[in-house]
C-alpha cells in the first residue's frame, strides 16, 4: 500500500459570467500515489488546465475537496494558498515562466527567498539542482541568453529547491524543439526514478506514453484512467 | 525583520538598475520638485534674513517718532506730511523728568533735495541731522569729521556724504573733503563721508547728504517742524516703557488726552521687524506653495510610471505568486521601488536646490542660507510620496490572480 500525496473527492468548478455558467468539471475522483507520474491528457475545453490550478493551488474548486500532502487545500486563503504553491508544489510551465534579464541561479533562488530558506544555504542548494540538470556551466547566464530547452531546465531546477510534494508541469515541452524535449523527457524519468511524484498536463501521445499512467478528460470529467506498461 | 527588508531593497534597486532610462525619466519629477523646494526656500530665507539685517543696522533699540495720526479711529493723515513734531518736542523728550528709558534723542528733517558739483548731479536724501543722529543710527564716519553741535547752533552750511553719492558726484574712491557741493543751489562745504552700511532701493542708506538740523530747517527747507524723531532706548528690555513714556509726554504736550486722537505715531524697530518678517514669511509661504504643486506632479509623475511598471509585469508578478509570493511581499517590492525612486530622486533635488540657490545668492549678491530644516522635511517627503504614490500601483499588483496573470500576453 502507497501513500496517497493527492486526493480529490467530488470536485467540481463552475464559471459564472453574468447569467451564463460553464461547468469546467464536474464531480471528479482522483487518487495520486507517492512516486506516481501521471500525464493528464485531452482535448482543449476538456478541464485539463482548470484541473491543473486547482492541482496547483492556483485556483479554488467550487465544490468538493483536495487534499495535498494531508492538507486539505479547497478552502484556504490566497495567502495560505500561496504558502502551499510555495511549500508542497514545484510548477514548471510551458512558457517557462523565467524572470527576464537575470541570472539562472538567480531564477532558481526565487522560491527559497519566499520560502525563509536561510540566505546562506540558497546559493548551494540551487547549485545542487543546476548541476542536476546540466546546467552548472550556465549559472550565472541571463535567461534570454539561454535556449528554450536551457530555460526549461532552469526552470526545473526552480520546481525542485523547495523539495515539494509534487512537480505540475503544464505542457512542459509545448514550446521547445523535439531533440530537446527528449531531455526534459529524460530528466523528468530520472526525477520519478529518484521518487519524485509527477504530474503533466499534455496533449501530445508520445509525451504522455513517458508516464506511468494517463488520465484523459473530456469535457470536465474523467473519460479514461490507465496505466502504461 | 530586518534582513527581509534589506534583502527587498536589494531586490528593488537590481529591478530598477534594469531600466535605467525609465527610472531616471520617473525620478526627473522628483528631483525637480525637490529641488525646487530646497532652493525656493532657500532663497525666501535669505530675503527674509536680509531684511531682518538692514533693518537691525538701521539702529539698535531704535523708536521712530513719525508725525500723523494713529492708524486706528476714522481718517487718517498721511504719515510724515503732518507738521505736528517740533524741536521743542525732541527737547523735551532729552529733557522731562519722566522720560527714563530713552539713553539718545535725535530729531531729523528730511526731503529729496538735488545736490551737485562743476560737473555732476544726483537726486538724494537730505537729511538734517544732529550729532546724535551718528549714535542713534550707528553711522560710522569714514573721512573728515561728523556734524556737531556747534555747526547746527552756528547753522553752518557743511555737509556729510555718504559713499554713494561720494561716487555718484566725485567719482569712486575720491576724497571730496574740504570741496563744495551744491544743495538745492546753496553752497555747502564738504566736511566727512560715511561708511557704507549697504542696502539697496527703499533701504539705500548710503544715498544720503547729512546737514545740520537747524541749517536744513533755516535754509534749505524753511520749515520749523521734524520729520520725525528717532529714539535710541537704553536697552532693548525698556522698549515699551519708552514708546509709553514718550507717547504719554507727547500727549500731555500736544493737550490730547485720548490716545486714539494722538497725531504723532511711535513705531519700535520690533515693529517694523514683525512687519517685514511677516510679509516674508508670506512670500516664502507663496514660494513654498509653488514649490509643493511641482513635487506633487513629480509624485503623479511616479505613480504613472509604477502602473505601467505593473501592467509590463503582469507576468512576472503572476509567476511570483505561483511561487509562494504572498500579497504582502508583492505589496513591498513595489512600495520599495517606489520608495528608493523617490528617496535617491529626493536626495539629488537637495543636491540640485543647493547648487541653484548657492548660484542663485552669487548672481543677485544675496545671503546663501540652506536651513537643514527644509533639507531634513524633503527627505521626509520625497520618502512619504513614495509611499503615497507607490501604493495604489503596488496594492493592484498584489490583486493580481496568479493564473489571469500568468495567461497575460
Known amino acids: 500500500m502507497k501513500d496517497t500525496i493527492i486526493s480529490v473527492s467530488n470536485l467540481s468548478k463552475v464559471y459564472q459570467t453574468g447569467s451564463v455558467k460553464t461547468v469546467a468539471l464536474s464531480d471528479i475522483n482522483l487518487k495520486v500515489d507517492k512516486g506516481d507520474y501521471v500525464a493528464i491528457m485531452g482535448p482543449s475545453g476538456s478541464g485539463k488546465s482548470t484541473l491543473m490550478h486547482i492541482l496547483g493551488a492556483l485556483d479554488t474548486p467550487t465544490e468538493g475537496s483536495y487534499i495535498l500532502d494531508g492538507e486539505e487545500v479547497s478552502k484556504l486563503t490566497d495567502d495560505q494558498l500561496a504558502e502551499i504553491r510555495n511549500q508542497k508544489i514545484g510548477f514548471v510551465f510551458q512558457a517557462f515562466n523565467l524572470l527576464p534579464r537575470t541570472s539562472a541561479i538567480k531564477n532558481v533562488i526565487l522560491p527559497m527567498r519566499y520560502g525563509n530558506v536561510a540566505e546562506e544555504k540558497r546559493v548551494e542548494i540551487a547549485t545542487k539542482y543546476l548541476k542536476m540538470v546540466g546546467l552548472e556551466d550556465r549559472m550565472e547566464h541571463n535567461s534570454n541568453q539561454l535556449s528554450g530547452g536551457q530555460q526549461q531546465r532552469v526552470a526545473i531546477a526552480r520546481s525542485l529547491v523547495m523539495n515539494p510534494s509534487i512537480i505540475l508541469a503544464d505542457e512542459p515541452t509545448g514550446n521547445i524543439a523535439s531533440a530537446q524535449a527528449e531531455e526534459i523527457m529524460d530528466i523528468f524519468k530520472k526525477l520519478n526514478k529518484e521518487g519524485h511524484t509527477i504530474v503533466m498536463i499534455t496533449h501530445e501521445p508520445d509525451i504522455a506514453a513517458h508516464a506511468k499512467r494517463v488520465l484523459t478528460l473530456k469535457d470536465g470529467k474523467i473519460l479514461n484512467d490507465k496505466r502504461n506498461n | ?409
Do not use: C
Request: neutral net charge.
Open chain 2, 1 to 409: 525583520m530586518t534582513k527581509e527588508i534589506i534583502e527587498t531593497i536589494k531586490e528593488s534597486v537590481g529591478t530598477l538598475t534594469l531600466n535605467k532610462l525609465r527610472t531616471g525619466l520617473a525620478m526627473l519629477g522628483i528631483v525637480i520638485g525637490i529641488g525646487s523646494v530646497i532652493a525656493l526656500l532657500s532663497l525666501g530665507q535669505a530675503t527674509q534674513t536680509q531684511i531682518q539685517n538692514q533693518i537691525q543696522s538701521l539702529g539698535a533699540n531704535l523708536l521712530t517718532v513719525s508725525p500723523g495720526a494713529q492708524s486706528s479711529g476714522g481718517v487718517r493723515g498721511a504719515a510724515g506730511g503732518a507738521t505736528t513734531l517740533t524741536n521743542a518736542d525732541a527737547v523735551a523728550i532729552k529733557t522731562d523728568p519722566t522720560i527714563t528709558a530713552i539713553k539718545n534723542v535725535s530729531p531729523e528733517v528730511s526731503n529729496r533735495a538735488q545736490v551737485a558739483t562743476g560737473q555732476n548731479n544726483s537726486n538724494v536724501q537730505v537729511v538734517g541731522a544732529t550729532s546724535a543722529y551718528f549714535t542713534v543710527h550707528k553711522v560710522d564716519i569714514d573721512q573728515g569729521s561728523l556734524i556737531t553741535d556747534a555747526d547746527d547752533t552756528n547753522l553752518r552750511k557743511v555737509a556729510v556724504l555718504g559713499p554713494q553719492v561720494v561716487s555718484d558726484l566725485f567719482g569712486a574712491g575720491s576724497t571730496p573733503v574740504g570741496q563744495s557741493v551744491r544743495i538745492s543751489g546753496q553752497t555747502f562745504i564738504v566736511v566727512g563721508t560715511t561708511v557704507s552700511k549697504g542696502g539697496t532701493g527703499f533701504f539705500n542708506q548710503d544715498n544720503v547728504v547729512y546737514v545740520p538740523l537747524s541749517t536744513a530747517q533755516k535754509q534749505l527747507f524753511g520749515q520749523d517742524y521734524l520729520s520725525s524723531i528717532s529714539l535710541e532706548a537704553n536697552n532693548s528690555d525698556v522698549m515699551t516703557q519708552a514708546q509709553n513714556q514718550v507717547g504719554y509726554l507727547l500727549l500731555a504736550r500736544h493737550k490730547l488726552s485720548d490716545p486714539t486722537q494722538a497725531d504723532f505715531t511711535i513705531l519700535s524697530q520690533a515693529d517694523i521687524l514683525n512687519t517685514a518678517t511677516a510679509a516674508t514669511g508670506v512670500f516664502t509661504t507663496l514660494l513654498a506653495g509653488i514649490a509643493a504643486i511641482s513635487l506633487l506632479v513629480g509624485g503623479i509623475g511616479i505613480m504613472n510610471i509604477m502602473l505601467v511598471t505593473v501592467t509590463e509585469r503582469i507576468r512576472e508578478i503572476g509567476l511570483r505568486k505561483a511561487l509562494g509570493a504572498k500579497k504582502r511581499t508583492i505589496i513591498n517590492q513595489f512600495l520599495a521601488e517606489a520608495v528608493i525612486l523617490t528617496f535617491i530622486g529626493g536626495l539629488i533635488g537637495i543636491v540640485l536646490g543647493i547648487i541653484i540657490s548657492f548660484v542663485i545668492s552669487r548672481v543677485a549678491n544675496t545671503l546663501f542660507v540652506v536651513s537643514p530644516t527644509s533639507v531634513f522635511l524633503a527627505i521626509l517627503v520625497s520618502g512619504g510620496i513614495g509611499i503615497v504614490f507607490g501604493w495604489y500601483p503596488a496594492k493592484r499588483a498584489s490583486d493580481l490572480q496568479p493564473i489571469e496573470a500568468l495567461r497575460y500576453e
